[in-house]
Each structure stands twice: as structure tokens, then as C-alpha cells.
């Protein structure tokens, strides 16, 4: 919670009688009886947007559901529960990162972090008590319990909030839109910072790479199959057998750990390396923790072991390891106490070292599966702390990478509120299938709805055979084309492991990805000012559009770029296109929506549309982030009416207007020290250019534009290209 935040004023009225209290405000009037208890809100039109639900009854006139009521059920346990009123038409997003699909009507939710297994369930690594409805309005539960949300699968009319805690403490937010109410969510549980800009590049991993020699293999295999790559993630095994989490350095098999990074370095690459927030039994570093009173104990104050379920070694004979064979199990584990801040700074300085190695960053895995009759410092016991605690531990992780490298990033499977803050997160382990793709798909969108806009997914899938060829080609299409990227499995995701066509496509889509990062990190600022995800439901852009309410399996990456992936062997899907026009960014058709659209793929190509006004962004090729700058930038203009769009970087914000007609088209770039290469699209050959008011020479060929400081070329295929220099600003206007 920001608890400092200081909230501006709103004039409000109270008007109160005998019977009842009426609160009006500019947007809203709030009506509460008094005997029985009951309160309504409605919008300044007088329209009911949310109340509570007091009348639901069957045909026996007894209530479907529970009221507003608070109880203890047989084994103790308390809850309170909430019910409230369902429009016709209303829907539902949000609960976190959830795999079912994305409208939750009809659906019930519970908001408790489990290590899921898989994308196939309710069940959810990164659960969030906050949703928002069509209704204009969203709920945020300010509790660390487990929340049960029956959202209307026991009545057609009304849904149900029941908390395992002694009170029933929300926030209500009104919008009306979807954005205004992630924006009012996340100035309560808190903004997302911009993570480094190289983390938007690739990353690769496997469930373990076994040894030095074999990161060193993969990372001059990158290079040498021209793939643009920043990060490798050797995973789990980079310590010492039955050590885990202690963070010593197997050096039997990565030997020299200085020396690797310091050649990783010198090649573009950087290492993140795995935990858990877990301590072997079998380390020096559980003794340490247990003689300091680092761990959380069981009711007798000793330390409260738990297994992690992880292998205890990898297999020395072969090349990737099958879970689901009876391997032997790893030794119990201390759970390190992040309530205590002894135990934090104790945590942190076992980073320290690691760190100032060159590590820069950690994949902060599990957190999820926290005892209920656990006992922790601060005085919670396991079921108040269970939900909690993967925002502590990726708070101390994410703090000290910060406080070592500047910039802090973790790469983290567990979350709840607020958990936004200490970006980025990936979606789990899901099977190496179409299905698992489409549930990744809505679980990062449900994800993004609730107010952690930075997110990526095991491109490939994690568990089950190899994915075939199609398979890992479809999700890569959809992994480049995501807020982060990292290929990830138990078996080999590196792209030269799935033929020749495989790699082509995948070496396609990662240049596209890197040339895309000025767009992607200007989106990256805008979630870090608004709470909106970079990858957006159509539902989140187009929330007036009711046709978008079920579109679940298609996305916008910004406001620009419509992505459709496909998710099955047939190449084709149908898709659906909101309101305006929209063209494909293949060949440059053109679409008027709304309407649906049956599109055929070929293997190489997946569904990417974009809409008409869009001014993208683009840099160079590269093969990691940092190699040269961006600079001088391209942007793929789209003219169609009035349009704008600001390019964000850590020390510039650049702002470009486009407005166009048929005979004329004016464009206008803000200060700037970069060159920018401007590419119309879809217009025919002009008269003439001027720039600030001086008409410009035009070129003789795309290669001469390239050479020259400032001119113009246009090419026969409809493309306009300019070039110039923005300082002190740029008005082109086009004839």
C-alpha cells in the first residue's frame, strides 16, 4: 500500500434522514440504508453501477447466497463475505495472472497462490484481489487471505466475495473506463518502475545448462546464428548438489565464474542466475540462518522444513532431466523470514558477492507454497503471511539488485498486490502444447488487467516432449511479439535445435523484436506512469466495443499493433477487428472494422495488424542492446487523420504529430539530438518536401537517401522515406 500518498480533495455532499445517508460527489451518489443495511451507488446519470445484493432468492423464497454477514465455520477459521448485484450484461477481469478464460463471469475465483503444475487450472502462481467490471467500477480486497470469489456461478444475479479474515476491508473505484480504474488501483498498491532497457531483449534458458562450457556453447552459438540474445539464464543447477539456495558457485562445473562472465560480457551477454526464497538443510548457510533465527519455525519455535520438490541433482548422462520420472528429491529446505529485517539485510548481503561479480539479475522462482501453521517474526502465522510473502522476497531481491547495479529486475514466478513494483514476471510452467499456449496467452492478459503490466512466458512451453517445430515456431512468433521474451523448457529452446526453417523464422521475428525496442520502452514508461500493460486486452483498448468482451485470444501490443497468434496446425483462425481501419502489416492491406476476419497464416507469418494513424518507432539491427545506439531512429508512419505518438528514453521524451490528407501531409517531431528516418506508407509520389519551411532535395535511390544528411526518396511501391535532424525540432510538411 502507498500509504504516503497524499490524495487530492473532492467536494463532497451529505444528506442524511432517519432512513438514510446519501454521499454525492461529481461523478457518483452513494445511497446507504440504514435498517436493513444496504448501499447502492450510481453514476452522475443516475444509473446503478455497483450495490449490494440482499434479495437473491429461489423459488422458495430462501437467499442463493450469502449476505453481508461475518461467521467462523466449523474448524475455526473466519471469514467475511460481501455480495453484490450482477447487470445482464456485466463482466468481469482481473484475479491475476488466471488461465481460464478471460471474462471470470460465471467463474469461481480463488485468490490463493499455489505452484500451479501447468496453465490448464484455476489454480494460479500470481494471484491479485482486485477486478474490475463493465459496469464502470472495480473492487481492490485489502487482505493478505484467501479470497473465494463466486462471480456468479451460484446465482445468475449476484456474486460473491468471501475472505478468510475478521473483517471486509475494499476499495470500490470508479472510472468509468478500465484504464482510469488501473490507474486509481495502482496508485494505491503502487507504479511499476521501467526495467532495463536491455531486459526487453532475448533471453535464453533451459531448465539447467550444466556447465560453463555449455553456457559458453549457447552463447557463441547465438552469435554465430546471428540471433540477437542479452540474457542467459543457466537456471538451477549453477550450485552445488543438494546446496540449493545457499548461493555458492558449483565450481567443478562452472569453473572460473569471474572469468565466464567477464567473456560473457565482452560478448554482449548477461547472466541471471536462479533461486528460491528456500535454504538447504545440508548448507553452512541453513546453520548460519538457523542459529540467527532467519527462518520461520513451527509452534515449538523450531524451523519449519519444507521440500521444494526439485530433483536433488542433474543427471551427469543426460542432456535434460524428465520430471516425470521418481527422481530423488532435494533435502528440506528452511523458508527464509522476509518479515524480518535482520533476515532481509542477511538475505541481501548473500547477493552482494554474486552481484559485484557481474550477475545482473535473478530469476526469484517459487514462493507460493507457504505452510498456513507456519510462525513468522512479524508475528503472522503461514496463512496471514502465505499471500504476502512472494511480494517480500521479490521486494529484497529486486531492492539489492537495485542498490548494486542501479537498476533493479527480477525475473519472478510468484506475486499478489502490488507486486507490480518489482518487475518483471514470466507465466509458469505450461505444457509443450496449442492448448497451453492459447491458456498463457489469457493468463499474461488477466495478468495485465490487474495492474503488473511487465510479463513473459516460456516461449516453447516448459514441460512434456519437445515441442514440435510449428509448435515452437507459433510461440515464438507470440514470445517476440510479448512484453519480455525468454525461451525456457526442460528440453532444448535454442532455435537451431528445430531445423533450419525454425531458426530462419525465429532469427526473423528476434531482429524484428530488438528494432521494436524504442516502441516497446516507450510503452514501458507509459505502464510505469498509468499502470497499463504493454500487452493490452482488446477488451482493456476497445472497452466500449462489446464485441471485445470475449476476445481473449488475440492482444494489442501498445495502441498500435493488433497480434493474432495462431493456436493450432492449421494456419489459419478467425480474428477480430475493432472499430476503424486496420492494415496488414505484411502486405498492406487494408481492412475497415469492426467485423471478424478469416486469415490465413503461413507458417511464417502470424496475424500483425496495424492501426491506421500509428507513427512506430524503430531502431537498428542488433545483436544485443547496447551494441549501437538508437540512433538514427526509423518510424513506419501509417498517415490516417490526426495522430501522435511520444518516444520515451531515460534522458529524452520526443513527441510526434502526423496529420495527413490527400493533398497534404504535415509531420512534427519535438526537439531532438537523433537523426529519424521517416517512412510514409501507402502514399503516392509528392511534388515536393519542405522541411522548417526549406524545400529539401529529393534522392536518387533508397542507398543515397541512407548516405546523405537530409533529403528525400520515395519508392515505387507507395513508400515515402525522409530524412532528417531534429534538433531544435522538425516540421515536414509532404506535397
Not at 548477461?270 to 535454504?279: D, G, M
Not at 540467527?292 to 535434460?320: H, R
Request: proline residues 7%.
Amino acid at each position: 500500500m502507498e500509504t504516503e500518498k497524499i490524495w487530492p480533495e473532492v467536494d463532497f455532499e451529505v444528506i442524511e434522514n432517519d432512513r438514510q445517508v446519501k454521499i454525492k460527489t461529481s461523478s457518483l451518489v452513494v445511497k446507504i440504508t440504514k435498517d436493513p443495511w444496504e448501499f447502492l451507488i450510481y453514476n452522475s446519470m443516475g444509473h446503478l453501477v455497483c450495490g449490494e445484493s440482499h434479495s437473491d432468492l429461489d423459488v422458495q423464497q430462501k437467499l442463493k447466497i450469502k449476505t453481508l454477514s461475518y461467521y467462523k465455520d466449523e474448524t475455526g477459521i473466519e471469514r467475511v463475505v460481501g455480495s453484490f448485484r450482477v447487470a445482464p450484461d456485466e463482466r468481469f477481469y482481473g484475479f491475476g495472472e488466471k488461465f481460464t478464460t478471460l471474462d471470470k463471469r460465471g467463474q469461481k475465483i480463488i485468490a490463493w497462490n499455489v505452484d500451479a503444475l501447468g496453465v490448464g487450472t484455476e489454480k494460479s502462481y500470481k494471484n491479485v484481489p482486485f477486478f474490475m467490471s463493465t459496469r464502470g467500477y472495480g473492487v481492490f480486497i485489502n487482505s493478505c487471505g484467501r479470497v473465494t470469489y463466486h462471480m456468479g456461478d451460484l446465482s445468475n444475479v449476484s456474486y460473491t466475495i468471501e475472505v478468510e479474515d475478521r473483517k471486509l476491508d475494499y476499495y470500490l473505484l470508479y472510472g468509468p473506463s478500465f484504464k482510469e480504474i488501473l490507474g486509481q488501483y495502482t496508485e494505491i498498491t503502487g507504479k511499476a518502475p521501467v526495467p532495463p532497457k536491455w531486459s526487453f531483449g532475448l533471453w535464453m534458458s533451459r531448465f539447467y545448462y550444466r556447465s560453463r562450457d555449455m553456457v559458453e556453447t549457447v552463447c557463441d552459438n547465438l552469435r554465430r546464428c546471428d540471433i540477437p540474445c542479452d540474457v542467459i539464464n543457466p537456471d538451477v543447477y549453477w550450485m552445488r548438489d543438494r546446496m540449493l539456495c545457499d548461493f555458492t558457485w558449483d565450481e567443478t562445473r562452472f569453473p572460473s565464474p569471474e572469468d565466464m562472465l567477464s567473456r560473457m560480457e565482452e560478448k554482449g551477454f548477461k547472466l541471471c542466475l536462479w533461486e528460491h526464497p528456500y535454504v538447504s538443510v545440508a548448507s553452512e548457510m541453513f546453520k548460519e540462518g538457523e542459529d540467527k533465527g532467519y527462518f520461520a519455525t513451527k509452534e515449538d519455535g523450531s524451523v519449519y522444513e519444507i521440500y521444494s520438490g526439485l530433483p536433488a541433482a542433474m543427471s551427469p548422462e543426460e542432456e535434460f532431466m524428465d520430471l516425470s520420472k521418481d527422481l530423488p528429491s532435494a533435502p528440506p529446505n528452511g523458508i527464509v523470514d522476509f518479515s524480518n529485517p535482520e533476515a532481509v539485510n542477511w538475505y541481501k548481503d548473500k547477493h552482494h558477492p554474486l552481484l559485484r561479480m557481474g550477475v545482473k539479475v535473478f530469476k526469484t522462482d517459487f514462493g507460493e507454497e507457504i505452510p498456513e501453521d507456519a510462525h513468522f517474526y512479524n508475528g503472522m502465522r503461514g496463512k496471514e503471511m502465505h499471500n504476502l510473502y512472494p511480494l517480500l522476497y521479490n521486494r529484497a531481491v529486486f531492492e539489492v539488485t537495485e542498490e548494486v547495479t542501479g537498476r533493479g529486475l527480477v525475473w519472478s514466478r510468484s506475486a499478489w498486490a502490488g507486486s507490480q513494483k518489482y518487475p518483471v514476471h514470466w507465466g509458469g510452467d505450461p505444457q509443450t502444447d496449442f492448448p497451453s499456449l492459447a491458456c498463457t496467452l489469457r493468463g499474461g492478459l488477466s495478468l495485465g488487467l490487474s495492474g503488473i503490466p511487465f510479463w513473459s512466458h516460456d516461449i516453447g512451453g516448459f514441460a512434456g516432449p519437445r515441442p514440435s517445430p510449428k509448435l515452437y515456431i507459433r510461440w515464438a512468433q507470440f514470445g517476440l511479439l510479448s512484453s519480455h521474451a525468454r525461451c525456457h523448457g526442460i528440453t532444448p529452446r535454442e532455435p537451431w535445435e528445430y531445423g533450419e526453417e525454425a531458426l530462419s523464422i525465429f532469427r526473423f521475428y528476434a531482429k524484428l523484436r530488438y528494432r521494436l525496442i524504442p516502441y516497446l520502452y516507450s510503452y514501458a514508461h507509459v505502464a510505469s506512469k498509468t499502470g497499463l500493460p504493454l500487452m493490452r486486452a482488446m477488451v482493456l483498448e476497445y472497452q466500449d466495443d462489446p464485441n471485445t468482451y470475449d476476445k481473449d485470444l488475440q492482444y494489442m501490443l501498445g495502441q498500435e499493433l493488433l497480434v493474432a497468434p495462431i493456436f493450432d496446425e492449421s494456419d489459419k483462425r478467425y480474428l477480430y477487428l475493432p472499430p476503424g481501419r486496420w492494415i496488414d502489416y505484411w502486405n498492406g492491406n487494408e481492412y475497415e472494422g469492426p467485423g471478424t476476419i478469416y486469415y490465413e497464416a503461413p507458417i511464417d507469418k502470424i496475424p500483425l495488424f496495424v492501426k491506421a494513424g500509428a507513427i512506430i518507432p524503430m531502431g537498428p539491427e542488433m545483436s544485443y542492446v547496447g551494441e549501437k545506439p538508437f540512433d538514427p531512429i526509423t518510424l513506419d508512419i501509417y498517415p490516417h487523420g490526426l495522430s501522435e505518438f511520444t518516444l520515451y528514453d531515460d534522458d529524452e521524451t520526443t513527441t510526434f504529430r502526423c496529420q495527413g490528407s490527400q493533398r497534404e501531409l504535415m509531420f512534427e517531431i519535438t526537439t531532438s539530438p537523433r537523426t529519424y528516418l521517416l517512412k510514409f506508407n501507402k502514399i503516392s509520389c509528392p511534388t515536393m518536401v519542405e522541411i522548417n519551411g526549406e524545400r529539401i532535395a529529393s534522392c536518387s535511390s533508397y542507398s543515397a537517401l541512407e548516405s546523405s544528411q537530409q533529403g528525400w526518396w520515395w519508392d515505387p511501391s507507395a513508400q515515402l522515406y525522409v530524412k532528417t535532424k531534429a534538433e531544435g525540432g522538425a516540421r515536414i510538411r509532404v506535397l
